[in-house]
């Protein structure tokens, strides 16, 4: 464990807690070193040289870090006008379900065609991805896969390097024309901080075994999509990696899926799996097994309700109990005494 030493606090700066609250898990090591050098510095102005001084950055990279602080008016670029980009929406959140680590949910608006101008001019890292991203889609892209590139670099702080090994992915499997599967991952790996080469090459290798497993599966349970959804990648590496099960046994929790809902549900799947995790059961032997137990258990609590079931309609019958009257004596008294009426006398 970890704490700030107290006399370091001899010389200190301050830094908004907005930084720390909503960037840190998203943002790359030139972008901190930059507004760590900004705070630092936050009685005098500064020039892209200075800051790159400072860092050990290039100019290119501490001029793409200040622009990017600047565009969300944490800086001020004296002379230029910067474009905000969603400042209230940085701070906006939403809750994930899965069973990891909660992260910040933001949907922020693409940048409109001024803007991306604008950053081709004053940022070559910008004009070598959009050069790049051409190359390795083999195909020119407009606009909007230009915002959506372009999000990745500047709103969730993924390097050029990495949005460019993206595209070349998806390229070389069939999804050159689908920059919403690049984007779409990307905003996955930034959130798990996958911002490095390495990283992206065991990212990669961690795919390519799951899309193996999905090939199997396919074959085995008759499912029809090609490829898996990214949600499905992530229960396939859950499953398979960190649970290892078999493609034997996915295909075992495929069929007892079947056999209580008409749709493919990987979250059902899940739960059955879960359940096997458990309790310790890696093979079909133990499966069914488990299964033989259950249903012995479930013949066992069947007989035992239905030996209770007379004792308690013996129970619900009440006891008879003697009547609170005598009835052959009413009816007696009924029959042998008349009743007179006695007539009123006139006054």
Excluded at 213 to 241: E, I
Aim: aromatic residues 8%.
């Amino acid at each position: 464990m970890f704490q700030v030493d107290p006399a370091s606090y001899r010389g200190v700066f301050v830094l908004p807690s907005d930084i720390a609250e909503n960037y840190l898990h998203k943002t790359s090591a030139p972008l901190l070193k930059v507004i760590l050098f900004a705070y630092k510095n936050a009685d005098r102005p500064f020039s892209v040289q200075d800051a790159a001084a400072a860092t050990g950055l290039s100019e290119a990279e501490a001029s793409d870090a200040l622009s990017y602080w600047a565009q969300r008016c944490f800086l001020q670029d004296k002379e230029k006008s910067a474009v905000p980009a969603q400042p209230a929406a940085e701070q906006t959140s939403s809750a994930e379900k899965p069973p990891e680590k909660k992260v910040i949910d933001l949907h922020p608006q693409k940048p409109t065609y001024a803007v991306i101008c604008k950053r081709i001019q004053e940022s070559p890292a910008v004009r070598e991805l959009f050069n790049e991203a051409q190359l390795k889609l083999g195909r020119t892209i407009g606009t909007a896969d230009q915002g959506s590139l372009l999000l990745l670099h500047d709103y969730y702080g993924l390097p050029v390097e990495i949005i460019l090994t993206l595209c070349e992915y998806a390229r070389t499997h069939g999804k050159a024309n689908n920059i919403s599967y690049i984007y779409t991952v990307g905003v996955d790996w930034s959130r798990r901080e996958i911002d490095t080469l390495e990283l992206a090459d065991a990212e990669f290798k961690k795919i390519e075994n799951t899309n193996a497993v999905w090939t199997s599966l396919l074959s085995a349970a008759g499912l029809k999509n090609r490829r898996p959804t990214l949600p499905q990648q992530k229960y396939l590496a859950v499953w398979t990696q960190e649970w290892h099960f078999s493609v034997e046994m996915l295909t075992l929790a495929y069929e007892e899926m079947s056999r209580h809902t008409d749709s493919v549900s990987f979250p059902y799947m899940n739960k059955i799996l879960a359940a096997w995790q458990a309790a310790g059961i890696k093979t079909p032997e133990q499966a069914a097994e488990r299964e033989k137990t259950f249903l012995l258990e479930q013949e066992n609590k069947a007989a035992q309700r239905a030996k209770k079931k007379p004792q308690a309609a013996k129970t619900a019958a009440a006891p008879e109990t003697p009547a609170s009257y005598d009835i052959d004596r009413a009816i007696s008294q009924m029959n042998t005494t008349v009743p007179t009426l006695k007539k009123k006398e006139k006054r």
